[in-house]
């Protein structure tokens, strides 16, 4: 196996190295034969789906096929002018001259997808890889086996499979690929195999971009309108069990609440469970066995038990758990110190609701800080005072859509961007070229030195024209020295 590994990296090299990654049209076949793939297997991506983790496939196409063709046309739509050196102005100093930033693929990289999507977490690197003329490798979650599956045997038939390699397996071929040399590792998946990802690259001074997780809070501010609150309850709703049931980085993990404004809160929540989440089928199931068990010792723990104000029913065989809420679990039980990564919402209340920017800054910097709020006194210290990866206000979720924006963590929750034009960013070196002539040489910048040539460097640095001017004949003289 460390063989057939060892030379599927060796081949994504030679392809590198032959120079076929870097052309444009190589780059945009590549994107096109990827919606191809998308276009052509839907029924069978959301097949795969549907054994993984029980997605329903409207769930399936909303946050995994669809939602990788928007990208996958966005960076067709960019490419070009993605690619394009990109012009810089040039100081006094270094006049005449020109200058810019080229941007150069990184080489081989290797990318690790985690299970929660398992499609979508792989190929939207994927596009940023390819789109900016690199050779891949790519590991999806054994967790999500027929996803796998689906991407080792469909993406060597759509793409050029000199390039872009799928590598099977668990932690020990995440292992085994970890001994191997990289241009760059991007890794979606927990803190904890974070760090041995880190470690790893350490070894070949690789750079890494981390994709974690943690603890998003939403900040349900006292809204006043009844249209506001509907409209957030949706959200709310949607953003924790209709979206991968809350399995997902950025799910809203606990809410935020003014203690007065809790119990209708809850009502609301309940009555929105008992409308859209009560059938299974329209409700991803936990992945497997091991967190089904992870999730079941968070809610028996008798002082979370004690707390639960809706659901709480777990069913073994299907892997199923209702959506359940709770309200004021101890702070330092399981289900407030750890990422849930399931459909359990603690909520968790305060006096004022201006209290939930301190209680933010005490804990680690989550993936996404959501607020539904009208407050824009509110709003403007969430962002001055918090931090975190992303900020949204009245939604929550959907700001991973937005191409413009670029994706990711800080802190505990992970470095480095992607989507749109930060994913090709992500996966290319800038290179400053810097282009000079022969003419214009001045003696300022060598030795021997004297007074005047110091006072010619001063005004050049301040760009003080008319001391430079008077100077200038002056060094004139000099220039020949
Ligand atoms: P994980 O860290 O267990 O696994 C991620 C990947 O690493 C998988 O491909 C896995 O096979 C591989 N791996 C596991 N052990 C390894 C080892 N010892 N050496 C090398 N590779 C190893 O994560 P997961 O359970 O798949 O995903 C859940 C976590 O991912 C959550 O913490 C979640 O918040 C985070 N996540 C983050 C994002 C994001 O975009 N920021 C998206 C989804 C999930």
Redesign the pocket.
């Known amino acids: 196996m460390a063989m057939d590994l060892e030379r599927v990296v060796e081949q994504a090299r030679e392809t590198f190295e032959s120079g076929g990654t870097r052309s444009y049209f190589w780059r945009r076949s590549q994107l096109r034969a990827l919606k191809d793939l998308l276009h052509e297997k839907e029924a069978a991506i959301c097949e795969a789906l549907k054994i993984d983790l029980g997605k329903h496939r409207v769930e399936a196409y909303r946050d995994e096929i669809g939602f990788v063709i928007k990208s996958v046309d966005y960076a067709l739509q960019n490419l070009k002018k993605w690619m394009k050196p990109e012009k810089v102005s040039v100081p006094l100093v270094a006049f005449p001259t020109t200058s810019e930033v080229v941007l150069e693929p990184l080489g081989v990289v290797l990318i690790?997808?985690?299970?929660?999507?398992p499609i979508g977490?792989s190929l939207e690197p994927l596009i940023g890889a390819i789109s900016a003329g690199n050779s891949v490798v790519l590991?999806?979650?054994?967790?999500a086996s027929a996803s796998s599956k689906f991407l080792a045997t469909n993406l060597p038939k759509y793409l050029d499979n000199k390039a872009v390699s799928v590598i099977e397996g668990?932690?020990l071929v995440?292992?085994q690929l970890?001994e191997q040399k990289w241009d760059k590792i991007f890794?979606?998946?927990?803190?904890?195999?974070?760090r041995?990802?880190m470690t790893a690259a350490a070894k070949h001074l690789t750079p890494v971009c981390l994709?974690?997780?943690?603890k998003c809070p939403a900040i349900i501010d006292s809204l006043s309108r009844s249209r506001d609150v509907k409209v957030a309850i949706n959200r709310v709703a949607g953003a924790k069990w209709g979206f991968c049931s809350g399995q997902?980085?950025i799910a809203i993990d606990y809410l935020l609440v003014e203690e007065k404004y809790a119990p209708f809160l809850v009502e609301l929540l309940k009555e929105k469970i008992k409308n859209c989440y009560m059938r299974p089928a329209d409700l991803t199931r936990i992945v497997n066995k091991h967190h089904f068990q992870r999730l079941r010792e968070i809610i028996e723990d008798p002082l979370v038990a004690a707390t639960v104000v809706h659901g709480g029913s777990l069913d073994q065989e299907n892997l199923y758990i209702e959506p359940t809420i709770l309200l004021d679990p101890p702070l330092d039980s399981e289900v407030m110190k750890e990422?849930i990564?399931g459909p359990l919402l603690p909520i968790i209340t305060l006096k004022k609701i201006g209290d939930s920017i301190e209680f933010l800054k005490g804990r680690p910097k989550p993936?996404v800080i959501y607020a539904f709020t009208n407050d824009e006194k509110l709003k403007k210290r969430i962002i001055e005072e918090t931090s975190s990866g992303t900020v949204t206000f009245n939604d929550a979720v959907i700001q991973f859509a937005l191409d413009t924006l670029p994706f990711g963590?800080t802190g505990e929750?992970?470095f480095g961007k992607y989507h749109g034009r930060f994913s090709f960013d992500q996966f290319s070196h800038r290179k400053a070229v810097m282009r000079r002539s022969f003419c214009l040489e001045f003696s300022f910048r060598y030795p021997p030195w004297n007074e005047r040539k110091l006072q010619f460097l001063r005004y050049l640095y301040s760009f003080n024209y008319i001391g430079l001017l008077l100077l200038f004949l002056g060094l004139k003289r000099c220039s020949s020295t």
């Open positions: 690790f997808a985690s299970w929660n999507f977490l590991k999806p979650s054994e967790l668990g932690p995440g292992q970890l890794f979606t998946g927990s803190a904890r195999i974070g041995i990802i994709e974690l997780g943690g997902a980085c990422e990564f993936l963590g929750s992970g």
